[in-house]
């Protein structure tokens, strides 16, 4: 199937999208019709990925957006209904992992900061969103492999993913049947979020081999999917989690 053009009309909100899985995502919904806010913590970020966007044909916008902010969340919102009128679709894909402590050794501050940007932002983005949804909207969150099982160097932030599994399905059912909600759960993507896993060789051949493919993902192949879950292709699916990691282990 030709999918070019299967996003026409739409409006979509990506965080955390200058670069990495948020970049890639954003340009594949833009790619396909839609036209495409992105948002980052700097304003040369976000200045230079509207510039590669608009490059290759796509509408976009750009909006400093710090998700731990509340003005910036605001702002995010009300300038894109501003341009805009609406908006269809939201992939939260904000998060931070700013420690490879183990649970009972991580300092509060830490705790909340994690919580904070890889939960918390996500429930509030769409409190301020919600109004503006239209019907058959689809809201995407960027969980991660790491939410079903969680390693010891990044084992909080695997439980903060983890709880992103339990808010779609609650949010799922809060939203139906207007709105569709659905997460997705990277395998191990080299961008820069994870190069501390995938730069070394033996680390990454050691993950290659845990997946049945024998390769680490591609930003590529997490923007298939959202964009799969952002379109009327997916549309009797809502409450799932759709794992992209090349058939690594996905069991809670």
Same mark, same amino acid.
């Given at each position: 199937?030709?999918?070019?053009?299967?996003?026409?009309?739409?409006?979509?909100?990506?965080?955390?999208?200058?670069?990495?899985?948020?970049?890639?995502?954003?340009?594949?919904?833009?790619?396909?019709?839609?036209?495409?806010?992105?948002?980052?913590?700097?304003?040369?970020?976000?200045?230079?990925?509207?510039?590669?966007?608009?490059?290759?044909? *796509?509408?976009?916008?750009?909006?400093?957006?710090?998700?731990?902010?509340?003005?910036?969340?605001? %702002?995010?919102?009300?300038?894109?209904?501003?341009?805009?009128?609406?908006?269809?679709?939201?992939?939260?894909?904000?998060?931070?992992?700013?420690?490879?402590?183990?649970?009972?050794?991580?300092?509060?501050?830490?705790?909340?900061?994690?919580?904070?940007?890889?939960?918390?932002?996500? *429930?509030?983005?769409?409190?301020?969103?919600?109004?503006?949804?239209?019907?058959?909207?689809? *809201? *995407?969150?960027?969980?991660?492999?790491?939410?079903?099982?969680?390693?010891?160097?990044?084992?909080?932030?695997?439980?903060?993913?983890?709880?992103?599994?339990?808010?779609?399905?609650?949010?799922?059912?809060?939203?139906?049947?207007?709105?569709?909600?659905?997460?997705?759960?990277?395998?191990?993507?080299?961008?820069?979020?994870?190069?501390?896993?995938?730069?070394?060789?033996?680390?990454?051949?050691?993950?290659? %081999?845990?997946?049945?493919?024998?390769?680490?993902?591609?930003?590529?192949?997490? @923007?298939?999917? @959202?964009?799969?879950?952002?379109?009327?292709?997916?549309?009797?699916?809502?409450?799932?989690?759709?794992?992209? @990691?090349?058939?690594?282990?996905?069991?809670?």
């Amino acid at each position: 199937m030709d999918a070019k053009g299967r996003l026409e009309g739409k409006v979509a909100i990506v965080t955390a999208s200058t670069q990495g899985i948020g970049f890639a995502i954003a340009q594949r919904l833009g790619l396909e019709g839609a036209a495409v806010v992105v948002s980052s913590r700097k304003q040369k970020n976000v200045d230079e990925a509207v510039e590669t966007l608009r490059s290759k044909g *796509i509408e976009a916008m750009g909006i400093v957006c710090h998700v731990s902010n509340p003005q910036h969340r605001k %702002d995010l919102i009300e300038k894109t209904v501003q341009k805009y009128g609406h908006i269809d679709i939201v992939v939260s894909n904000a998060a931070a992992n700013p420690t490879v402590e183990s649970i009972l050794d991580t300092k509060e501050p830490v705790l909340d900061k994690l919580w904070e940007i890889n939960v918390k932002s996500s *429930i509030l983005i769409l409190q301020d969103a919600s109004s503006y949804l239209r019907k058959g909207s689809s *809201i *995407i969150l960027i969980s991660s492999i790491a939410g079903y099982h969680p390693q010891a160097s990044m084992a909080m932030y695997g439980v903060t993913k983890t709880a992103l599994f339990g808010l779609t399905k609650a949010l799922a059912a809060e939203m139906s049947p207007d709105t569709r909600v659905n997460c997705i759960a990277p395998g191990f993507v080299p961008t820069h979020f994870a190069d501390f896993l995938t730069k070394t060789a033996a680390i990454r051949k050691t993950i290659e %081999d845990r997946t049945l493919l024998k390769r680490l993902g591609t930003t590529e192949d997490m @923007a298939a999917a @959202a964009a799969f879950l952002a379109s009327d292709d997916s549309s009797y699916i809502t409450g799932e989690t759709l794992v992209v @990691a090349g058939g690594m282990p996905s069991r809670l």
